[in-house]
């Protein structure tokens, strides 16, 4: 069975970073084909794409937050983290990992999903 | 950024309505199309993907089309559990992008 789930702080203060983990199971990230991508949604409104891992390490960020974010991955367990700089109140959401399976990975399409981790940063 | 915009931005429709949700491209993306569907306090799920192609386990009433810029969801016969927020992504370059959600409600 394949499963992710993030976790992290539930409130951090503004100007700090931030760490989410994604922790999976039921999959490699080694397969050639698999990514894993970060997306977050502020209360009420929509997606928004921030970072994606590949199979082959390389990384691809949002043009907007890519001075403040890295992504990297961890294989003890399988982990994927997100750290983002220089926290602002209005990065508060929740934040989502998915994972791209090897048959989609042309389209990157997000076939699972973590149940989200909701992150308020306070000024 | 390739900017992805959705209409309408909600709609109104009973049980047994077709349904349809177009997403456009600011430019041509071939079918590097997917749509998901949210319902409240929950994780996306993904529906459709390469444009056109129905994700395992998603009910035949759901269905894409189009291919360049111009992109749309169709529900054949709405159902009670359809009711929900739709979101296009593009990926055609990175970094990927949503279109802003339409919402689906009981009229």
């Known amino acids: 069975q394949v499963t992710l789930r993030e976790s992290g702080p539930a409130l951090v203060k503004a100007t700090q970073t931030l760490t989410l983990t994604c922790t999976f199971s039921g999959f490699s990230l080694s397969t050639s084909g698999m990514c894993v991508s970060w997306i977050r949604q502020p209360p009420g409104k929509a997606l928004e794409w921030l970072a994606r891992?590949?199979?082959?390490?390389?990384?691809f960020y949002s043009t907007s937050l890519k001075t403040r974010l890295t992504i990297f991955r961890d294989t003890s367990p399988d982990q994927v983290v997100l750290k983002m700089t220089n926290l602002d109140p209005m990065d508060t959401a929740t934040y989502y990992c998915?994972?791209?399976?090897?048959?989609?990975?042309?389209?990157?399409?997000?076939?699972?999903w973590g149940q989200g981790t909701l992150v308020i940063v306070s000024s | 950024d390739i900017q992805m915009t959705q209409s309408p931005s909600s709609l109104s429709a009973s049980v047994g309505d077709r349904v349809t949700i177009t997403c456009r491209a600011s430019q041509s993306i071939s079918t590097y199309l997917n749509w998901y569907q949210q319902t409240p306090g929950k994780a996306p799920k993904l529906l459709i993907y390469a444009a056109s192609t129905l994700q395992s386990g998603v009910p035949s009433r759901f269905s894409g089309s189009g291919s360049g810029t111009d992109f749309t969801l169709t529900i054949s016969s709405l159902q009670p559990e359809d009711f929900a927020t739709f979101y296009c992504?593009?990926?055609?370059?990175?970094?990927?992008?949503f279109g802003q959600g339409t919402r689906v409600e009981i009229k």
């Open positions: 998915a994972r791209t399976p090897h048959y989609c990975t042309s389209t990157s399409c997000l076939d699972l």
């Open positions: 891992i590949r199979w082959d390490d390389d990384k």
């Open positions: 992504q593009q990926s055609y370059t990175t970094p990927d992008t």
